[in-house]
C-alpha cells in the first residue's frame, strides 16, 4: 500500500507537528511500570526535532468516557517521557483551547509539549468535527505514529488528518511496512499461526487467512474446537462445541481455497492447571477421561509445524499453542518461537508476530529481539490481519 510517510513532508523548521502517539502506559502508585510506548515514539518526536517543528503529543490513557478524571492525567508520565527523550517535556493542562495554545506559544522550535488526554472531552471518540477542528487549529502538520489505535475512527486518530497535511510516523511506517510485508505483497509460501482460547473471537481471521495463506497451523484452545469438530475425544477440554458447525465450514473452505490446516496430532494434556502438574502426550483419536485437559500441543505436531516453517518463506503469527504462562505447557509454544527465531536470524524466514499474548509469549521464549517485527498492537493488528481497513491508516492513504 501507498501512505504519505515524513519523507514526504516538507519545510518542517518553524511548524508545529501535532504527533497522535499510543502512551497509554501500565502505571503503578503513579509511576511508569513498563516505557516500551514512551520509547517507540523517539524516533517520530527526534525526527521533528532535528527538522526544527514544535511537537505536540497528541495521546489518550485509559477510558475517561469524555469527563476529566484526574486520576488518568497524562501529566503523570511527563517526567518518564524526559528521562527517556533526555530533553525537557512541557505539559498542557488540555488538549484544546487556551491552555493548549498558550502551552505552544512558549514552546521553542525543536521543543516538546504533552497535550493533556484527548479522552476528558466526548468529542474525541464520537470524532465529533467540531473538536477535531479545535485540535486542528493547534497545527500546521498531523503525524500518526499511534498504529496500536489506528482501528479507531476517534477525533485524533482520524478526523484530524483530514484536516491537515497528515503522514505516517516512523513507529507507524514500520508497522504498516512489516504488516505489507507479511500478508500485502509477502514472499510465499506463507505460514500462518493462530493460538488462542476461543474461535468465536477470530472468525473473521480464520476466514481471511485461508483465503490468504499457503499453510495455516491452529492451536490454543481453538485448535479443541475444531478436533470435536472431527469427533475426536477431547475430554474435560475448554472447546467451544456450539462451534462446530463453523470450524468444519472453516475447514471446507481452507479445502477450496488450497491452504493446508495443521491441526494437532498429539496433544498434552493434565488433570489440572499448574506449575509442573503431572502431564502426558496423547495421540488425537485416544480416549481421554471427563478430566483430561488438552493444555499443549504435542511434540509431533511441533515437528510438524516446524517442518512446515522450514518450508515456508513468511510467518504471521498470533496467538500461542498452549498454555504457555503455566509450565510445562509452555513447551510446544517455545519451541515454535526458538525455532522461527533460528530461521528469521539465517535468513531464511520473515516472521511477522503480533497481539498481546503472543507478544508475552515471545518475551516468555527471549526471541522477540530475533523476530522480524513483534506488533504490540492488539486489536488493530488483529483487525489488519482479518483484511479489514483502518480508519487511521486509511487517512494516510496517498490518492
Known amino acids: 500500500m501507498t501512505f504519505r510517510t515524513l519523507d514526504d513532508a516538507r519545510d518542517l523548521a518553524g511548524k508545529t507537528a501535532l504527533v497522535r502517539v499510543d502512551f497509554n502506559v501500565p502505571m503503578e502508585d503513579g509511576r511508569v511500570t513498563d516505557d516500551t510506548r514512551l520509547r517507540v515514539a523517539l524516533p517520530t518526536i527526534n525526527r521533528l526535532r532535528e527538522a526544527g517543528a514544535k511537537v505536540a503529543l497528541l495521546a489518550h490513557f485509559d477510558r475517561p468516557k469524555g469527563k476529566v478524571v484526574p486520576s488518568m492525567s497524562l501529566r503523570y508520565i511527563v517526567d518518564e517521557l524526559c528521562e527517556v527523550l533526555a530533553a525537557p517535556v512541557q505539559f498542557a493542562e488540555d488538549c484544546v483551547g487556551d491552555a493548549a495554545r498558550a502551552a505552544l506559544a512558549e514552546l521553542p522550535l525543536g521543543g516538546v509539549v504533552l497535550l493533556e488526554n484527548v479522552r476528558f472531552h466526548a468529542g474525541e471518540e464520537a470524532n465529533d468535527p467540531a473538536f477535531a477542528a479545535q485540535l486542528a487549529e ?12 489506528a482501528h479507531r475512527a476517534h477525533a485524533s486518530t482520524e478526523g484530524l488528518a483530514r484536516l491537515l497535511p497528515a503522514y505516517a510516523g516512523e513507529s507507524m511506517r514500520r508497522e504498516l511496512d512489516a504488516l505489507d ?14 493460538g488462542g482460547a476461543k474461535v468465536s473471537t477470530k472468525l473473521d481471521l480464520l476466514k ?45 473452505e ?24 503431572a502431564a502426558r502426550t ?43 504462562e503455566v509450565p510445562p505447557f509452555d513447551a510446544a509454544t517455545l519451541a515454535a518461537a526458538t525455532h522461527a527465531a533460528d530461521l528469521t536470524r539465517a535468513g531464511k524466514l520473515v516472521a511477522v508476530a ?5 507478544v508475552s509469549a515471545l518475551n516468555h521464549a527471549g526471541v522477540s529481539d530475533d523476530m522480524t517485527f513483534v506488533s504490540t498492537a492488539g486489536g488493530a493488528f488483529l483487525e489488519w490481519m482479518e483484511g479489514k481497513p483502518l480508519p487511521g491508516v486509511e487517512a494516510l492513504r496517498t490518492q
Open 138 to 149: 493547534l497545527g500546521d502538520v498531523y503525524v500518526n505514529d499511534a498504529f496500536s489505535a
Open 254 to 277: 481452507a479445502k477450496t481455497q488450497g491452504c493446508e490446516l495443521l491441526l494437532p496430532v498429539d496433544m498434552v494434556v493434565a488433570t489440572e492447571v499448574r506449575p509442573g502438574a
Open 282 to 324: 496423547v495421540r488425537a483419536g485416544d480416549a481421554l477421561s471427563g478430566d483430561d485437559k488438552i493444555l499443549d500441543a504435542g511434540p509431533e505436531t511441533v515437528a510438524r509445524l516446524t517442518a512446515a516453517m522450514d518450508a515456508s518463506k513468511t510467518l504471521i503469527w498470533n496467538g500461542p499453542l498452549g498454555v504457555f
Open 208 to 252: 481471511n487467512l485461508v483465503s490468504q495463506l499457503d499453510r495455516l497451523a491452529i492451536g490454543g484452545g481453538m485448535a479443541n474446537t475444531f478436533l470435536f469438530a472431527q469427533g475426536i475425544d477431547i475430554g474435560g477440554s475448554l472447546a467451544e462445541k456450539d462451534m462446530a458447525d463453523t470450524a468444519r465450514a472453516i475447514m471446507a
Open 181 to 194: 510485508a507479511a500478508l500485502g505483497k509477502p514472499q510465499k509460501p506463507v505460514i500462518g499461526i493462530v
Open 354 to 358: 503480533g497481539g498481546g499474548d503472543t
